[in-house]
């Protein structure tokens, strides 16, 4: 899920960076809708973030939304990066490094290659519609891929 949003994000227009932080965070907000949203807090948006005091004042004054589409996650400004934010936790490209690509035993570049072209086959309208995402672009290829990325990472 993650690399597939970060691959439509990044189609979209977003940056790479953004677009890693926007594909974690949705991959983390949809698992945490499957399992009813336990672990993510109190409801509250404003993040932790380990910066000095009056860089974190300028960070909460960036605090907002994001629309992909009709989909939107909070944002926020960090050093003139946006990245996402759920549950007090801020995604960074960073995390998705940490989280993602490791998974790929050194092959993430050509799963990221193969979900740019998934997501370049179809045309702006799907991939701004959360609904035909995940029904047109994600659920028809969810395990197939899984299965064929898990593979290339073992052969690594």
Same mark, same amino acid.
């Given at each position: 899920?993650?690399t597939? %949003?970060?691959?439509?994000?990044?189609?979209?227009?977003?940056?790479?960076?953004?677009?890693?932080?926007?594909?974690?965070?949705?991959?983390?907000?949809?698992?945490?809708?499957? *399992?009813? /949203?336990?672990?993510?807090?109190?409801?509250?948006?404003?993040?932790?973030?380990d +910066?000095?005091?009056?860089?974190?004042? $300028?960070? !909460?004054? &960036?605090?907002?939304?994001?629309y992909?589409?009709? $989909?939107y996650?909070?944002? +926020? $400004?960090?050093? =003139?990066?946006?990245?996402? &934010?759920?549950?007090?936790?801020?995604? &960074?490209?960073?995390?998705?490094?940490?989280?993602?690509?490791?998974r790929?035993?050194?092959? /993430?570049?050509?799963?990221? %290659? !193969?979900a740019?072209?998934?997501? *370049?086959?179809?045309?702006e309208?799907?991939?701004?519609? %959360?609904?035909?995402?995940?029904?047109?672009?994600?659920?028809? *290829? *969810?395990?197939?891929?899984? !299965?064929?990325? &898990?593979?290339?990472?073992?052969? =690594?």
């Amino acid at each position: 899920m993650a690399t597939l %949003q970060a691959a439509r994000a990044k189609v979209l227009g977003m940056k790479v960076a953004q677009a890693k932080s926007w594909g974690l965070n949705r991959a983390i907000f949809y698992a945490a809708a499957k *399992r009813g /949203f336990k672990g993510l807090g109190d409801g509250k948006v404003m993040p932790k973030v380990d +910066l000095p005091a009056k860089k974190k004042k $300028e960070v !909460e004054k &960036t605090l907002g939304t994001h629309y992909l589409g009709d $989909e939107y996650a909070y944002k +926020l $400004e960090i050093d =003139g990066k946006t990245l996402f &934010t759920i549950g007090y936790e801020v995604q &960074t490209d960073k995390d998705f490094g940490r989280k993602i690509e490791a998974r790929f035993g050194g092959r /993430f570049k050509d799963a990221w %290659q !193969e979900a740019l072209k998934i997501c *370049r086959e179809y045309d702006e309208e799907v991939l701004r519609s %959360q609904r035909d995402f995940y029904g047109k672009v994600y659920k028809p *290829r *969810r395990d197939e891929l899984a !299965e064929k990325w &898990t593979r290339a990472s073992q052969e =690594g």
